[in-house]
């Protein structure tokens, strides 16, 4: 038993490592994001402090806090973001459905392992941009380790949240070929429920209702708040919980979803 | 040049022949776009309702300004697309050979092979943020101000295909065009609000060397009777300036492409 | 009349020469190194109209280097090129106008219209009269069988209907050279068959002038009269198919079934072995030297043979043999 976890742990180790190589390949594309993103950044930092002219708070929060938020959501961007549609929907056009089933490891755990693997070094090619963040735009992260530990375990919980959400929203790949479209609606919903765009707690209760009743605020919003300012350190257990209940709720779900959207396909010809 | 309208228009009838194949394709197409959009404008709509104006400029008149840039970006997304996917569609899988070996012009045969729908959307929406802005504005609906308005759009436009046709020569060298047209078509995001926000060497760069700004503040501001001096009446020329640019760079791509192969 | 004139045609390609591992990925980077690769290295020929040339070489040889030179996609390093009269990269469009390609895998045909409209907008695009693509398109359903397909989008036919389909494409602007890349690639023998029937018509009716890239020597033998070999760019022969079996010809093969593993055998001189396996052993033979009776009388005295067989030489081994340097020995005897 333990030397059946070790060997499927060696694999998935060997599966992350690919993607991550994968990953650095495409320099052309590394500088290209950096580009985008600190334009972005620029075009928020600027933005933000015209909001800001006539007044010192707005719902709460001080400038400093908006923009470190902000900024954060914003170099944290990859994390909000998907392809396990377009991944879904290559597979279908392919037909490798049945190729994919053949293989010895859980599908959903290979993925999440190559996702993670991914977004890891997606964040890590990231480092320079936080350093500039912090230097020139106004990013101010807190030193207390304390907060730090909740940022990241909450950091966890949401991303398998998000991509288990994301493994059922990519079964309409099953159904619908424009998955273009489909992804579009994904991102925009995406960036803006999860905070990325606006503080959620700058919206109209609704509108926060809304977005709290929605995976993207657990996978960005949340963490985040711990680094702005927003979540305490003792809010930290009670935030992991309601994660960790997203998380097992949404585990089921994906599987069953997944599991009707594959024989559908198969049954009929896929 | 009639013979080449007479073709576009042979393209375009086939591209909603195979769309129409797939009507939900192209209705969740249409519609992502807009939804998209719809996203950015709660975004204002949540922040503009808790201040009284950004930096002078009230919620309708940053509306006026990013439907402005939103209707420019839809020309080229409907008429440009191919230029995002000249790289990993045609280049390198060989097919833009094909396009040498007919009698047109390979960037009108490669603009003309896609015609993106996705692009109403974008277009009907900044059309409706343009009207809707106007009219709270008080901004009359006077003959002089609609054609003022598409001739600011179409060379809006043009500035975006133009930057786009820019950068997306450099798939004649690294087989992809979208990282370098990602780098310069993120600029605009500047423009989707007043240019008077920003630091002032942002201005001058997105008027004069990635005129941006063209598309969307110049004409917002002689709608609204902001002074900003001639720059009003630049669009035109300026898309003129850069569409002859970008056809050279295209030129001298296409020449690269030839002595090198893929 | 000479349509096509190739004189001292070379490319030569600047290749980065990339080292393996991390520091090699991170030199590559900062400090590329180039060298030069020759592609086609100095061919010269000139081709009349009506003919049908094979134009044959192993894989890397310069074989589509040379035709996107014919095409006008490529230009030539040194050397010239004309075609029709043309320099097909200075003169694209109106060289356009005159030549069709086919290239083999890939369609020049919307995957998704129906291919009724994949025509006509081909049509459209070379400026084919509407009375003459009418008399056209109907010649084409009649000989290629098209009537059925042609409401079917590309992407729902079979490998055979796809090319069938591609060659009325190619020809509905009635091109005066027609070059083709690999047309027969992965069809049956059936398909095969009335594919080569159909572009032997219209080279017959037409006096269309086809270039053939092939690695199908069924295609050469059954459509070419002359074949040109290109070898590492530089070009090897260029003449009749006959004068190569004649030529090549005088070999033959026998493979013998034995009943038991042979150890050294005796041959008589001109006969040579080419395989040796467990209990089967191949001789080639020069007929000109030797008998196939002598080489098989030889063998069964020394063997007990269960079987055998002798094989004709066929244009594929021919062509090995030549890849394989038998021009150089030739030449040298």
Known sequence: MIQSLRRDFSIYRAIAAMAAKTRLAYNMWVWADFVVTIVSMIVFVYFWRAVYAGTSTLSGLALSQTITYILLARLLSPLVETRTIFFFGFMIRQGQIAVEFTRPLDMQARIMTESFAELLVFLIQRLPLFLIAWLFFGLQLPSSPALWGAFFISLVLGQIVLFLFDWMFACLAFYVTETWGLSVVRVAAGSFFSGAIVPLVMMPDWLQNLAMSLPFAQAMAVPVSFLSGISTVADAPHIWLTQLIWLLVLLVLSRIVFGIAVRKVTVQGG | MTRYLELYWHFLIQRFKILMEYRLNFFIGSTSTAILQAASLAAIWVVMRQIPSLNGWSFYEVILVYGLLTMGESITHMFADNLWTVGWNYVRSGDFDRFLVRPIDPLFHLLADRFCHDGIGNLITGAVLVGVSMQQLGIAFSLLHIVYIIISVLSGGVIFIALNLITATSVFWIMESIPVTQMVFTMNEFAKYPLSIYHSSIRVLLTWIIPYGFVSFYPASYLLGRDVGALVWLSPFVALVFIIIAYRIWLFGLRHYSSTGS | ?333
């Open chain 3, 1 to 333: 009349m000479t349509i096509i004139q190739v004189d001292r045609l070379s490319k030569i390609f600047k290749v980065q020469r990339k080292e393996p591992g991390l520091a090699g990925a991170v030199k590559a980077l900062f400090l590329p190194k180039y060298e030069d690769k020759v592609a086609v290295n100095g061919i010269s020929f000139s081709i009349d109209t009506g003919e049908v040339v094979g134009y044959i070489g192993v894989n890397g040889a310069g074989k589509s280097t040379t035709i996107k030179m014919l095409t006008g996609i490529l230009v030539p390093s040194s050397g010239s090129v004309r075609v029709l009269g043309r320099d097909p990269h200075r003169e694209r469009v109106a060289n356009a106008r005159e030549i069709g390609v086919v290239f083999g895998q890939r369609t020049q045909l919307w995957w998704d219209l129906a291919f009724i409209e994949s025509l006509s907008l081909v049509a459209k695009i070379y400026q084919v009269p509407q009375a003459r693509y009418k008399q056209l398109l109907d010649q084409f359903a009649e000989t290629l069988e098209l009537k059925e397909l042609l409401n079917v989008p590309i992407r729902n036919m079979s490998l055979g209907q796809k090319m069938r389909a591609e060659l009325a494409a190619t020809l509905i602007h009635e091109p005066r050279v027609v070059y083709l890349d690999e047309p027969t690639i992965g069809l049956d023998l059936i398909v095969k068959e009335h594919i080569r029937e159909f572009i032997k018509e219209q080279n017959r009716t037409r006096s269309t002038t086809v270039v053939l890239t092939t690695h199908d020597l069924g295609d050469i033998e059954e459509l070419c009269k002359r074949v040109i070999i290109i070898d590492t760019g530089k070009l090897i022969y260029d003449g009749p198919i006959e004068t190569i079996k004649e030529r090549f010809g005088k070999y033959r093969e026998i493979t013998f079934e034995t009943l038991s593993t042979p150890g050294h055998v005796d041959l008589p001189s001109g006969a040579e072995i080419i395989l040796a396996e467990p209990r089967k052993i191949s001789v080639r033979f020069d007929r000109t030297a030797v008998t196939a009776s002598g080489v098989a009388a030889a063998l069964m005295n020394q063997l007990e043979v269960k079987d055998f067989s002798l094989s004709e030489p066929d244009l594929a081994s021919i062509i090995r043999q030549i890849y394989n340097g038998a021009l150089n020995e030739e030449r040298a005897a």
